[in-house]
């Protein structure tokens, strides 16, 4: 360390203000949101008192909570069935070499790199292009179609690190395949699996610029609900909601965080996405 | 209790892919039948368990990219249905005198974006990956925790802070710093600032991939032999880092050229960009058509940056 020259000691303290600075940009609307949904002040910029009447207002908000309710039932739904589906099909990817496993590879990744937007905007195309209403059952088969591939990568990055031997030693022990699968391998994927339906579940969540496109009448989610309230005009009722989001969709991804021993994204080497 | 060591039912498995499974004595159970029907044909397992997946994806993401595709040749019936055709009007009217700054705004944006994004998520990247130290995945989960959570929200946090009665202003003005609140909404600022704050993680996080894998000695090395900070961060450290701040540029620029969230809530009619258009034509206008050209061209752009991007790096980063 002191092999260094002088200067680069130095670089390191006005390093760590700038990266004191970068934090502080990323985290300041965010305080801001918290502190401004206990502000008892209904002009939003001013300190006027701690309350806890704007989350009083949402809680007997029927329009918010129909809201919540719909997305929490969308993401529990959609992470369900694309949990199943990209466990299988990461499963697949990983255990056998089969043609065309190219291809799927990469149309896996379609919905990682896709503009949101276009996504959103074909999809409601092809809904309206075969005479499908759009409805909850629409925002969920979107929501299953761009969470499926989280999953995918999530719990293949997970298996690859599997070795194999194991079930050869459990079977030579006695096993039969299904007690090996059950007793052995199914263990060892489950954390991947926990980890990328709760990634799942936080998307579907808070995803807007898709469901926008796709939620018919009466599908509203909840960041469908948040965002025609801003437009409206800015209350501190959303700043509430917001928090509430913010702090449900945080504290899944802290359990993501200690199944995986990382965040999201830090797992996947190199530039994969996310 | 049998403890085979003769094997049974290989089957040809072999050939087509996957490992030879280990023998195993004959269960009678269920999934053991059907597992020795399927073993030795794993292109049929692979099939049924990778299925699902692919007929979704087929169905509800391939699909749809196809139907842009082919209404983006066509054009805006009388009722606001789409008539088919085959031209490519559509394309053309994206670089028309009407539309084409709007596409230049978005590159503009997104490139000026992009450039905010390296300028600030290099020295965090370079931060975390070599001073971080044990307290390295806090500070990467610092970094993400914002970025995994609503992308509206987040947006929305700076209209508190930008408007003209909002936090930034009242600061200012009560400070005297300014006589009169600024008009920081529906401007070019507050969309690349929006723009900026969505995608410093997506810039930040290949920068630190790309770093941390960076051998550290080559950086000693470069002091050792003489060489002073800013020499080595040019000629050393950031050549070494290049993968990832092309990932990182990618990552931000193509997702930010076609934003619509953050220019429809922090911008206005003069700062529209095209996912704004996108929007616009497939709700308001109703012109399906053109939205689908201007949809496609965009998701065209994309491929090719990342064919290009492939090519260069490799397919080994990407997962």
Redesign the interface.
């Known amino acids: 360390m002191s092999?260094?020259?002088r200067?680069?000691r130095v670089?390191?303290k006005g390093?760590?203000v700038?990266?004191g600075f970068?934090?502080a940009?990323?985290?300041?609307?965010?305080v801001?949101?918290v502190l401004?949904s206990f502000n008892n002040s209904k002009?939003?910029?001013?300190w006027k008192g701690f309350t806890l009447k704007w989350y009083d207002a949402l809680f007997h908000d029927t329009a918010v909570l129909q809201a919540l309710q719909n997305s929490f039932k969308v993401a529990v739904v959609a992470t369900i069935v694309s949990s199943?589906?990209?466990t299988?099909?990461a499963?697949?990817?990983v255990?056998?070499?089969?043609?065309g496993?190219g291809i799927?590879n990469g149309?896996?990744?379609?919905?990682l790199?896709?503009?949101?937007?276009?996504?959103g905007?074909?999809?409601?195309?092809?809904l309206r292009?075969v005479s499908i209403n759009l409805s909850m059952t629409t925002v969920v088969?979107?929501h299953?179609?761009f969470t499926?591939?989280y999953i995918?990568?999530v719990v293949?990055?997970r298996m690859v690190g599997f070795d194999?031997h194991l079930?050869?030693a459990a079977?030579?022990?006695?096993a039969?395949?299904?007690q090996t699968?059950l007793h052995v391998t199914l263990p060892f994927m489950l954390p991947g699996i926990l980890a990328g339906a709760l990634l799942a579940f936080?998307l579907s969540f808070?995803d807007?610029?898709i469901t926008f496109?796709n939620a018919g009448v009466g599908a509203t989610t909840l960041?469908l609900k948040?965002?025609s309230m801003?437009k409206f005009g800015?209350t501190p009722e959303?700043?509430a909601i917001?928090v509430f989001?913010?702090a449900t969709?945080?504290i899944i991804?802290l359990v993501y965080?200690k199944l995986q021993?990382?965040?999201?994204?830090?797992t996947?080497?190199?530039?994969?996405?996310e | 209790?049998?403890?085979s060591a003769a094997p049974s039912g290989q089957g040809a498995g072999g050939s087509?892919?996957?490992?030879p499974p280990?023998?195993?004595?004959e269960?009678v159970?269920l999934?053991?039948r059907v597992?020795a029907r399927l073993r030795g044909r794993?292109?049929l397992?692979?099939?049924l368990?990778?299925g699902?997946?692919?007929v979704?994806?087929l169905l509800?993401?391939?699909?749809?990219?196809c139907?842009?595709l082919v209404?983006s040749l066509g054009s805006r019936g009388a009722y606001g249905d789409v008539v088919l055709g085959f031209s490519f009007d559509n394309y053309l009217k994206a670089f028309s005198p009407l539309w084409f700054p709007v596409i230049l705004r978005s590159f503009a944006y997104a490139a000026i974006a992009t450039l905010l994004t390296l300028l600030?998520g290099y020295?965090?990247a370079?931060?975390i990956a070599l001073?971080g130290g044990r307290r390295k995945?806090l500070y990467?989960?610092?970094?993400?925790?914002?970025f995994?959570?609503?992308?509206?929200?987040?947006t929305?946090?700076?209209?508190?802070?930008l408007?003209t009665?909002?936090?930034l202003?009242?600061v200012l003005t009560s400070l005297h710093v300014v006589p009169e609140p600024l008009n920081l909404l529906n401007t070019p600022f507050s969309v690349i600032l929006g723009l900026t704050?969505g995608f410093?993680p997506?810039m930040t996080?290949?920068l630190y991939?790309?770093l941390e894998?960076l051998d550290k000695s080559l950086i000693?090395a470069s002091?050792?032999l003489g060489a002073?900070?800013l020499w080595t961060l040019l000629k050393v450290t950031i050549p070494l880092s290049l993968?990832?701040i092309?990932?990182g540029t990618l990552?931000v620029f193509?997702?930010a050229?076609?934003?619509?969230?953050t220019p429809d809530?922090l911008g206005g009619p003069s700062t529209m960009m095209i996912?704004n258009v996108?929007?616009s034509q497939?709700l308001s206008a109703r012109d399906?058509a053109y939205?689908?050209a201007l949809?496609?061209s965009?998701?065209a752009i994309?491929l090719v940056a990342?064919f290009f991007?492939v090519r260069r790096?490799g397919t080994?980063?990407?997962?």
Do not use: C, H
Not at chain 1, 113 to 119: D, L, N, Q, T
Not at chain 1, 171 to 174: E, I, K, Q
Not at chain 2, 140 to 146: D, E, S
């Open positions: 092999r260094k020259p200067d680069q670089k390191a390093l760590r700038f990266v970068v934090y940009f990323l985290f300041a609307p965010i801001v949101l401004f002009r939003n910029a001013v199943i589906f990209g299988l099909a499963y697949a990817l255990r056998y070499r089969f043609r496993s799927y149309a896996i990744y379609i919905p790199v896709i503009p949101e937007i276009v996504f905007v074909a999809l409601l195309t092809f292009a088969i979107a299953i179609a499926v591939s995918v990568v293949r990055a194999r079930e050869e079977m030579d022990l006695g039969n395949e299904l699968f936080v808070d807007f610029v496109f960041p948040v965002y801003v800015v959303i700043n917001s989001m913010l969709t945080s991804l965080y021993g990382a965040p999201p994204g830090a996947i080497k190199g530039a994969g996405e | 209790m049998p403890s087509s892919g996957g490992i280990a023998p195993a004595p269960g159970g999934f053991s597992a794993s292109a397992t692979a099939s368990l990778a699902p997946t692919l979704w994806l509800f993401l391939i699909l749809p990219l139907v842009i209404y600030m020295p965090l370079y931060f001073f995945n990467l989960i610092l970094l993400m925790l914002p995994w959570t609503s992308y509206l929200i987040r929305y946090s700076w209209i508190v802070i408007r009665q909002g936090v202003n009242t704050y410093l997506f996080l290949p991939a790309s894998r000693e002091y050792d002073n900070r993968p990832g092309v990932a990552l193509i997702p050229v076609g934003d619509f969230v809530l996912g996108i929007q497939f399906w939205g689908s949809s496609f965009l998701m994309l990342i991007y790096v080994e980063d990407l997962v």
